[in-house]
């Protein structure tokens, strides 16, 4: 059985394969994919370089379960991308905190849009087909989140080209990071 790939494992910015077409191998490598998600306590979504295949597919999970898309894409954004807000206790806004389970531990503040369209590929029949549907709030975050995997490029990267916010989540606290000192980890 596969497991999470941790950062800087070079799989994680290797841009992947569109899916041509639906075979055993595939068919095996998404079945993988949904157990690892819905056995992770934390975990919202998760793409197929996390699980080292570079194949453009991902997952989200939800109270219904894991939904897999192949060859997902976002065809529109609406807005402008801003820092998400989380509404807390009391009316209290904070600031959103992105992981990903390829950072263990590891939460920044990354710019969003907060409604999307998106498309991907389903099988039917033995054939792909396309669907699309409007995406917003949360699962929102986390398609871009997981779309982004797919083209190589990280969380932590965002984080860095906008000036986001970077933190190390210890038992009890979050302690400020410089997002540099996890990507200088590529240059090792």
């Known amino acids: 059985m596969r497991e999470i790939v941790k950062f800087p494992d070079k799989v994680l910015r290797k841009k992947c394969q569109e899916i041509k077409e639906v075979d055993e191998i595939l068919l095996s490598e998404i079945e993988q994919l949904r ?4 056995k992770s306590e934390n975990g919202a979504g998760l793409a197929a370089p996390q699980i080292g295949i570079s194949k453009k597919f991902l997952g989200i999970k939800n109270k219904e379960g894991v939904k897999i898309y192949l060859n997902p894409r976002i065809e529109a ?3 402008e991308k801003i820092y998400p807000k989380i509404l807390e206790e009391g009316e209290k806004e904070n600031d959103f905190l992105e992981g990903c389970l ?12 907060l409604k999307i369209e998106v498309a991907w590929e389903e099988m039917v029949d033995k054939k792909l087909e396309t669907r699309n549907k409007i995406l917003e709030g949360f699962e929102a975050i986390v398609w871009q989140h997981e779309s982004d995997h797919l083209d190589g490029v990280l969380f932590v990267d965002r984080v860095k080209e906008e000036g986001g916010k970077f933190y190390l989540w210890t038992e009890d606290k979050k302690v400020p990071m410089d997002v540099d000192e996890i990507l200088d980890q590529e240059k090792m």
Do not use: H, N, Q, W
């Open 35 to 38: 157990e690892i998600l819905e």
């Open 77 to 79: 954004s609406f807005g």
């Open 102 to 113: 390829s950072f263990p531990d590891l939460f920044g503040t990354v710019k969003r849009y």
